[in-house]
């Protein structure tokens, strides 16, 4: 019940890496429902180093892709490009993303970018992007 019944929510990428080493893999399986509320800077921080970014986020998107009863994902990313450097591209934000298919629902909102998601129309994700500021 604990693992289908709840929504986990997660804030930070490492807390999403670190899911197959502390939760036995049966009940991973059995996590249905799950929210990530990312910050750009939250997923700049991942690791302390920018360079390690595509491979360590790529990690995580396959660990929720291989969760056999996911049903529900929602992913809220925020994103102001032009407060934080290094800019890493959307694209390479939500690439990753496409892992995961097995969700009957899956959203994606982006908030404060202006760049074009035009490409992702074939993504397994509904995206909803918000242009504009949120301090």
């Not at 929504?7 to 999403?16: A, G, N, W």
């Not at 990530?36 to 995580?60: G, R, T």
């Not at 909102?109 to 242009?131: L, N, Q, R, Y």
């Amino acid at each position: 019940m604990l693992y289908s019944c709840n929504v986990f929510e997660f804030q930070d990428p490492e807390t999403i890496f670190q899911l197959p080493r502390r939760i036995l893999p049966h009940r991973l399986n059995l996590i249905a429902s799950i929210q990530v509320d990312l910050s750009y800077m939250e997923a700049l921080q991942f690791n302390h180093s920018c360079d390690h970014f595509p491979k360590e986020w790529e990690s995580c998107w396959r660990i929720i892709a291989e969760l056999q009863g996911l049903r529900e994902l929602r992913v809220d990313i925020n994103m102001f490009f032009e407060l934080y450097k290094p800019h890493i591209p959307l694209k390479t934000i939500l690439d990753p993303l496409r892992a995961v298919k097995g969700a009957k629902i899956f959203e994606v909102s982006i908030h404060g970018t202006m760049e074009a998601v035009t490409e992702f129309w074939d993504a397994p994700f509904d995206a909803v992007v918000m242009v504009g500021r949120e301090y």
